[in-house]
Antibody
């Protein structure tokens, strides 16, 4: 069974940094495109960014609000994808989900990031 | 960027009734690359439909998707109590930007 487990969420001050991890199992991780999607409290879903599989180039794409501040990377040997978040703002407060696939066919349970002074 | 507008914002129906949810795009969605997700309180979203009309694994056949171009519909033929949730549409054709609709809340009347 495909499983995704996020970790690394927590509280951080504006301007700070945080790195989220997402460990995958039950599928061929190296072939998977991995995305991050976030959801602010009481709000809808917002796509954050995506990293393609290495066989598809391993390239990354980001949503405009996070471009230049967030970086997605992957370690296929650890079946883990990362979201490095720098220069955090209060509006980055959200539950962050990692997801697999071109369309988002599997989701982790999410990890909460709170940016507040 | 393609903007997706879902309607209605809230839909109040009773179990056994038919639900029709709409998703309209600001420009044509490439090759019907549109998905629908269901989210229940405190849970992660779940993929229901991809490529506008293909059901994801394990999704009951009371869920169906249709549409092309700029107008898409999610239909639930006979509502079960567990279907009351928030539903989101998402386009994944305008790479690299994926966008979601704002959601439709399906509530029990």
């Amino acid at each position: 069974e495909e499983q995704l487990v996020e970790s690394g969420g927590g509280w951080v001050k504006p301007g700070g940094s945080l790195r989220l991890s997402c460990a995958g199992s039950g599928f061929t991780f190296s072939n998977a495109w991995m995305s991050w999607v976030r959801q602010a409290p009481g709000k809808g879903l917002e796509w954050v960014g995506r990293i393609k599989s290495k066989v598809d180039g391993g390239t990354t794409d980001y949503a405009a609000p996070v471009k230049g501040r967030f970086t997605i990377s992957r370690d296929d040997s650890k079946t883990t994808v990362y979201l490095q978040m720098n220069s955090l703002k209060t509006e980055d407060t959200a539950v962050y989900y990692c997801c697999t696939g071109w369309y988002l066919d599997h989701w982790g349970q999410g990890t909460l990031v709170t940016v507040t002074s | 960027e393609i903007v997706l507008t879902q309607s209605p914002g809230t839909l109040s129906l009773s179990p056994g009734e038919r639900a029709t949810l709409s998703c309209r795009a600001s420009q044509s969605v490439s090759s019907s690359y549109l998905a629908w997700y269901q989210q229940k309180p405190g849970q992660a979203p779940r993929l229901l439909i991809y490529h506008a009309s293909s059901r994801a694994t394990g999704i009951p056949d009371r869920f169906s998707g249709s549409g092309s171009g700029t107008d898409f519909t999610l239909t639930i033929s006979r509502l079960e109590p567990e279907d009351f949730a928030v539903y989101y549409c998402q386009q994944y054709g305008s790479s690299p930007m994926y966008t979601f609709g704002q959601g439709t809340k399906l509530e029990i009347k």
